[in-house]
């Protein structure tokens, strides 16, 4: 299958590894990834800050990117959840019907990454190998407006070498909700602060989730403590093989320019 | 030591503003100047008061989590629970389209059945009317049913300047009564207060512990405080000759009104006065009878967690020889018309109270309902209360949550309060008449994100952020406004020196 | 204009011309099939669960298990003549020298120890009874303000789930739905039973 892969504002810029990860993860699965050179944003940030009207071109960006895309795969619950929630809303109450329709068409062809694994390539045991203790956090997003349910716990259970302990009170936010954790940093800090006490209760090595905006702000949390835990998304789990080992272990956020390069 | 704010009094009114707004099509928001819907100060501010009060925190977290746990097994148990939920939903959009046909039926039928409804614009107007009915039975005190629409008209404050004493008679409002205090949730408003506690404010307050052979004996456990506050309304009930309610539905074709409650204080004030004024806001009633087959399984469950609530009450105008022999029903607008012209917003109109959105919400679950400022609290009270108000004057609430969703779960009709939370930040951000800086941020970057080109270019500047971090592996951890708001509590990853794409490119060579 | 007028006014204002035709989907169970002696015991366990006690008996020993009933709920030895009885009670329910509610003031109401009526339906899956005003369930203050209540609940009465129960109400009627021994949650949100109506609640299930 050909995948066009979506990588989202926040990974290309400042998580490359993670898409990189997901790119090693689908070729190696057997199939042609490309990287739309148009792609930006799915406009969420703006729409959930209250500029929807700002959102308009940026949605409309993404439409023209991956027209014509067979399958869409992103490493984010919350950017597909926009896509699939928001982006046709949007186009739609700005009055712009032909481009909100295009979106649905394009919301239908547009999966999570964990999603297009279990459901569209029907796989768990994707050959992945990582050597270490992990707790899963399901990401609101993927929890509740994707409902991805058990697939991301099934994919990482058929991960040789992986240790998987429950996260106490799993489906507790994590307390990142976008400009929330500046415009409410007290409250987003304090919901923070139980999400680590709960991955540090685990006594595990890495906590990892499907979107890296939560693990951003769960892993800066985890490095401003020098927790000795980190973050590592999903995708960056599932890529690692015997071949080409896991990322080094550091401490620092997970996502981090120095790992940038999975080896291929 | 919690940080409740004073309630001595409605909201201030500035000199010269304006008493309420409009919406666009002209319809009025709750007045400023009285009730409960108005914070003195933004959320972020209040919650961070909040978060300090070890107490409190406490107090909620070990309620919040009790409740969740509970609603959780009874709502599991219902095999049917989407289908109601779903039931529930419909049943209040067809309610609202219909609205004023509805309540013209429900005045109808409570004429009909010998009970009086009276219309009331705004707050102001719901409190004269109370007022006046009360006064005209001569007498000088009322009993209370626990009921939000008096909360949020303020009608305590505007029966006590007119000289006559409300009795709150449910346990936690009389907790709040008594220790002079602000209700902080919707169904329980005494959440934040543990049971010692309560026990000082009762030992404090409450006439039978006073005087020298008063005997003071009273620990806390909560058997024995509900057993103080028996005895210290016993007689209240028994000589009051005017109960003010809310209602938790009232049934447009029959007439019915309905009270749900678990301590019997509201059977008291319905069955003993020989007046009942009930105040009810105009979204509160269902079309038919049969309607209440859905609501009186979906509100139990949500909101104490139990099957069935020990006492529900319906009763229609007068019944002669059994309770009161004179009912009023004040049917409230204060600012719900604003809210049903919104076409997105008006869903937070399907509300039934049940809380179940406090008790799941993790902002509500720490910052606790004060720092909402309002008498609705939590995620509901974040969509609704700036609805009412006009959503400048609550602009700071529909930010007030990191959109996790669990809200919309619970919800037993379920409303979709993110969304609405979401729409209300774009009323807020498109109600601005000047540019703040936040807005020419979000702009800049949206032109940004709506071309490759630019895209690329602005990729390339925040790059060059690394810079700042000289080689480590994290940027400084004090930076400037706004980026502060993170660097505070979280470390800050370098940006790396190539983009996902930039690397995509190279190896695939374009 | 008036408060009406406007009230409405505005409402039809904020709805504008198109008003959807919303209709509800009904999916949820409105019957339960379950033999009737199956209700009986998911009724007994509802009620049980919130603190109130049953009793079962036959048709014939409905007045001596009343009597247990109250022994239950007062302690042996209670004056006959503390009991105060639904008009509407059938005589051989009622224990010898109770008082029959003559409409008395709600003070003299709150002297007597114990209440006894019938209900007009019970729901098994919420472990509810419901009075109706009805001489056999009494009026509101009757069944409210003595601190032990006990009720009669016959076989034919006992439904499954709520909209059963709803469908042989009169509406009109002043209904009072009990689930158990009044009780709070306000404290800590722990639930505590007794509170300002009946602190005792016992039933006797007659099938």
Redo the contacts between chains.
Sequence with gaps: MRVALFATCLVDTVAPQVAMATARLLERLGHEVVVPPGQACCGQMHVNTGYRREAVPIVANHVRAFAGAEVIVSPSGSCVASIHHQQAMVLRRAGEEQLAAEAEALAERTYELSQFLVDVLGVTDVGAYYPHRVTYHPTCHSLRLLRVGDRPLQLLRAVRGLELVELPAAEQCCGFGGTFSIKNSDTSTAMLTDKMANILSTHAEVCTAGDASCLMHIGGGLSRLRSGTRTVHLAEILASTEDAVSPHQTTRPAISAETAEVPA | MTTAPERTGPTPLAPGAPRSGTTF????TAPRGVGHLRGDRP??DA??DA?RDGQLRA?LG???S??RA?RARVVGEV??WE??R??GK??K??T?????EH??ELERQVTA?GGTV????DAD?ANAIVTRLVQATGTDEVVKVKSMATQEIGLNEALEAAGITPHE????EL?VQLGDDAPSHIL?P??HK??AE?REIFLRTMPQFQGPDADRDLPDE??R???A??TH??ER??RAKVAISGANFA?AE???LAVVE????G??C???PQTLITVMG?EKLVPT??D???F??LL?RSS?G????????????V?P???PQEFHLV?L?NGR??V??DEVG?EALHCIRCSACLNVC??YE??GGHSYGSVYPGPIGAVLSPQLTGVEDNASL?????????C??ACPVAIDIPSIL?HL??????AQEKLTPE?AA??A????????RL?RLT?RA??LG?LLARGK??MP?VLPP??S??T??????????????Q???RE?G? | MSAREEVLSRIRTALGENRPDVGVPRDYRTADERPAEQLREVLVDRLEDYKASVLRCGPDQVGATVAAALDTGLGAGWDPASVVVAPGVPATWRPDGATEDDGRPAVELAAFAATLTGVAVAIAETGTLVLDGTPLSGRRAVSLLPDCLVCVVEAGQVVGGVPEALSRLGPTAPLTMVSGPSATSDIELQRVEGVHGPRTLVVVLVA
């Design positions: 099509l002209g319809l009025p959320f972020p919650a961070r978060l107090n070990h309620a919040t009790t409740i509970k095999p049917d289908a109601l779903q039931a419909a049943l959009t067809a609202m389209a219909r609205l004023d309540l013209l059945r009276h219309w009331a614009r107007e008679t449910d346990l936690a907790i329980v005494a959440i543990n049971r309560i909560p058997r405080l509900a057993m506050a028996r309304l016993r009930f028994l049934v029959t007439g019915t678990s301590e019997g204080n059977r008291m319905l069955t003993l105009i009878w049969r209440l087959e859905v009186l399984q139990p104490t139990e099957r069935m609530n020990p006492y529900t009450s319906m009763w229609t105008g019944t020889d059994d309770g049917l607008d018309t604003a049903l012209a008006r993790p902002v720490r910052t529909p930010y007030a949550s990191s959109l996790c969703g669990a919309y779960d979401v930040r774009a009323e807020h951000v498109e807005a979000f702009k970057l949206a032109k940004a994100m709506s071309n490759p895209w990729q925040a790059g690394r592996p994290t951890p706004p980026a708001g993170w505070r509590s979280r470390d800050l990853p370098t940006p790396p020196r190539e983009t996902f794409t690397a995509w490119a695939h374009r």
